[in-house]
Structure formats: structure tokens, C-alpha cells
T-cell receptor
Framework: DAGVIQSPRHEVTEMGQEVTLRCKPISGHNSLFWYRQTMMRGLELLIYFNNNVPIDDSGMPEDRFSAKMPNASFSTLKIQPSEPRDSAVYFC???????????????FGAGTRLSVL | TQLLEQSPQFLSIQEGENLTVYCNSSSVFSSLQWYRQEPGEGPVLLVTVVTGGEVKKLKRLTFQFGDARKDSSLHITAAQPGDTGLYLCAGSNTGKLIFGQGTTLQVKP
């Protein structure tokens, strides 16, 4: 399996522009997670989906952020309009959620490094 | 709000030394995971601990889950330059992970 695939790997944009980050989870996984990582705040969960349905979006910073999962093999995270403080590395992860403890093993993509100028 | 605090945040040691990283919380977790992240990559799972008091060994790495399932430690014996990276603990409860801030480890040859 190719693992979790994110695109683009790097994105440089100007303040006010729309940014769309893409993620292809591991085939067969039923949960998908979007994280943001910065030096100051570490790795923060933004939103996660189970079976393509958003379950918890309490980590989404504000209305400028939105995420969709139209099918089991694709998800997007959109920022509109982007601001310099959105600069970070954004990770997508997927897992096969089981019923037992210790089964929430998440596999991460390589991330998208976003710079908003 | 569930929080995980890791210590130390930064650690720079010489090859061959031993070290311990701590992960503490006031909350109980159903399981706790340790990840390692290298520059330009996503975190990669090292181990999952589930039972209070559980100890797991992965070559020179020893992981322990506290009896009350609120804390964990990672001990590395005879550290190697290849151990350099960011170590993250993550607690699991309701289907999502809460990550600690991470410990950046540098092992100098």
C-alpha cells in the first residue's frame, strides 16, 4: 500500500487566497483525521471523519477553515481566505477504527507545508 | 480539556548515553501511543500501551504505561545518532488522539 498520500507537499500563497489541501487515505481505512503542526502549538487535531461523516470539528480554528470527505478515498481541507497565521504543516492521517482499546492506530501522510505570505 | 505534557521538550546527548522522556496527564486514557517524527515526514507509530503498568520493549526502547493509565515514559538505552527525532506521546479515548507537545532528541556522535 502506498500509505496516506497528501498533495501538494509545499504550498506558498498570498494572504487572502484560497488554499485547498488534499488527502487520499489508506484503502480500507474508515477514519480520517486532519492535523496542523506548528512549533508553538505542536500537533493539533482539526477535524476527523468516520465513514466519511464529520464527527468532531471542534479543533477547526474558525469559519475560514472547512473540510469535506465526499467518498472513502478522498478528503480536502480548504482555507478561504488564507492568513499568514495559517502557515504550518498540515497532516492527514487515516486509521481502521476497531472496538477494542489500542486499535486506534493512525497512519500519517508526509504533510503539506503551507506558507501564507 | 484533556492535556498531555511531555518533558523535557529538548534533549541533546552524546551517543551511548541513556535517556528518559515523560508524558503526564491528569486524565485517564484507554490507551497511549508513542510516535517518532523525522524532519519532513509525518509521525510514525512506535508502540501502543493499553494496560495500566504495562511495559513494552522495542530493541533499545522501553515504554511504560502508568498504573492509573494517566502517564507514560519512554527510556532509550545507549542512544544512537539514528534515534534523533521528535518523539510524541498521544492519548486515546473517544476515537481521537490527544498529542503531547513532543520531545526533540538530538544524539551527537
Amino acid at each position: 500500500d502506498a500509505g496516506v498520500i497528501q498533495s501538494p507537499r509545499h504550498e506558498v500563497t498570498e494572504m487572502g487566497q484560497e488554499v485547498t489541501l488534499r488527502c487520499k487515505p489508506i484503502s480500507g481505512h474508515n477514519s480520517l483525521f486532519w492535523y496542523r503542526q506548528t512549533m508553538m502549538r505542536g500537533l493539533e487535531l482539526l477535524i476527523y471523519f468516520n465513514n466519511n461523516v464529520p464527527i468532531d470539528d471542534s479543533g477547526m480554528p474558525e469559519d475560514r477553515f472547512s473540510a469535506k470527505m465526499p467518498n472513502a478515498s478522498f478528503s480536502t481541507l480548504k482555507i478561504q481566505p488564507s492568513e499568514p497565521r495559517d502557515s504550518a504543516v498540515y497532516f492527514c492521517a487515516s486509521s481502521l477504527r476497531g472496538s477494542g482499546r489500542g486499535q486506534n492506530i493512525q497512519y500519517f501522510g508526509a504533510g503539506t507545508r503551507l506558507s501564507v505570505l | 480539556t484533556q492535556l498531555l505534557e511531555q518533558s523535557p521538550q529538548f534533549l541533546s546527548i552524546q551517543e551511548g548515553e541513556n535517556l528518559t522522556v515523560y508524558c503526564n496527564s491528569s486524565s485517564v486514557f484507554s490507551s497511549l501511543q508513542w510516535y517518532r517524527q523525522e524532519p519532513g515526514e509525518g509521525p510514525v507509530l512506535l508502540v501502543t500501551v493499553v494496560t495500566g503498568g504495562e511495559v513494552k520493549k522495542l530493541k533499545r526502547l522501553t515504554f511504560q504505561f502508568g498504573d492509573a493509565r494517566k502517564d507514560s515514559s519512554l527510556h532509550i538505552t545507549a542512544a544512537q545518532p539514528g534515534d534523533t527525532g521528535l518523539y510524541l506521546c498521544a492519548g486515546s479515548n473517544t476515537g481521537k488522539l490527544i498529542f503531547g507537545q513532543g520531545t526533540t532528541l538530538q544524539v551527537k556522535p
